[in-house]
């Protein structure tokens, strides 16, 4: 997943305000509101309500997350995903949870370190039947129907970055930045292939995809992709069944056809670690149970991942995520 940092100044809150809330109180009636319909959806479709926790004796091994750890070598999770394969590998079929996750050091306008976050699974669900729900249930709480159109990956850096990037140099990679004005990196020259991909994503890709309406990215490549099933294209490229979706540049949720190959699962965590230790990040233990679930059978199934105080700020009308919590992280 693309992440993006930013940092939320409160410098013109004065120490007198501090105490008080970022969402009024009005904001905050109609966000529990909204969350009545959020699980009203799943109940009237059968699917399972769960709660696992919140601290985990392992965490996930993605390159691009920082999570907290507490004393004890104890993680606050990121996503409640492991724990949720348990109970798929267990026999509880489709389920979902309301939960809130952590990640370490995001803060900005559509970032918050503490969120609020509903994900689920669907048992023998293809991936664009749960595309499909997943656009029902934006539809429902925006309050109108949002008809996604459906691009692959590779097409939305073509259509929107000028480039081809699985071929592109870097030199291709910094014109298409200089033709759309964007400012080039601090050192361009050092950029990776996934350096650039990451870049023109957030400067290039997403701005457009604001202006065009809202639009599923789909088919990552695969080293995007940890979690997910993989397929070669008729281009002879291997493709990640990955999706997301973007509604007014807001990237609202994250979901795959979900890889149940425990030997394939705990290469990728392998292959991570060796990234993190080269970013000289913290190395979190690979989470043996959730193997271990693998290894007895999940079954197939698509999931999910969508952030709540995004599309809550989108049902809204609100132009920051602290407008629909109560204390965003810098002054909680």
């Known amino acids: 997943m693309i992440i993006s940092h930013f940092t939320l100044h409160t410098s013109h809150l004065t120490p007198h305000i501090m105490f008080a809330p970022t969402c009024s109180r009005d904001s905050w009636v109609k966000r529990q509101a909204l969350m009545n319909k959020v699980r009203a959806f799943f109940v009237a479709r059968g699917v399972l309500e769960v709660e696992t926790p919140t601290l985990s004796n392992a965490g996930g091994t993605d390159p691009q997350l920082d999570y907290f750890e507490v004393e004890g070598k104890r993680f606050m999770m990121t996503s409640p995903e492991f724990h949720m394969k348990r109970l798929l590998a267990a026999g509880f079929g489709d389920i979902f949870q309301i939960t809130k996750s952590f990640r370490k050091d995001e803060f900005g306008a559509h970032h918050n370190n503490e969120f609020s976050m509903v994900e689920w699974y669907r048992v023998g669900m293809p991936q664009e039947t749960l595309m499909d729900e997943v656009e029902a249930l934006v539809s429902e709480i925006i309050g109108k129907p949002i008809n996604a159109r459906r691009t692959r990956w590779i097409d939305a850096f073509k259509n929107y970055a000028g480039v081809n990037p699985l071929k592109a140099s870097g030199e291709e990679f910094a014109a298409s930045c200089t033709a759309s004005d964007i400012p080039l990196p601090v050192d361009d020259t050092a950029m990776s292939r996934e350096d650039w991909w990451d870049y023109l994503m957030v400067f290039a890709v997403e701005p457009a995809l604001a202006k065009n309406g809202p639009e ?32 007014d540049q807001v990237e609202l949720c ?6 149940t190959d425990a030997a394939e699962q705990r290469r990728r965590f ?63």
Do not use: H
Not at 308 to 328: Q, T, W
């Open 216 to 247: 599923f990215i789909l088919d990552y490549p695969q080293s995007q992709a940890a979690l997910a099933q993989t397929y070669v294209g008729e281009d002879g490229y291997t493709w990640a069944r990955r999706f997301e979706l973007f509604v």
């Open 254 to 259: 994250n979901g795959y056809t979900e890889l």
């Open 270 to 332: 392998a292959a991570d670690l060796e990234i993190r230790r080269g970013m000289n990040k913290p190395l979190p233990p690979i989470d043996e149970n959730f193997l271990a679930a693998l290894e007895s059978g999940m079954p197939s199934c698509s999931g999910v991942a969508l952030g709540l105080d995004r599309l809550f700020m989108l049902a809204m009308g609100k132009e920051e995520i602290k407008d629909v919590i109560l204390f965003p992280s810098p002054i909680a």
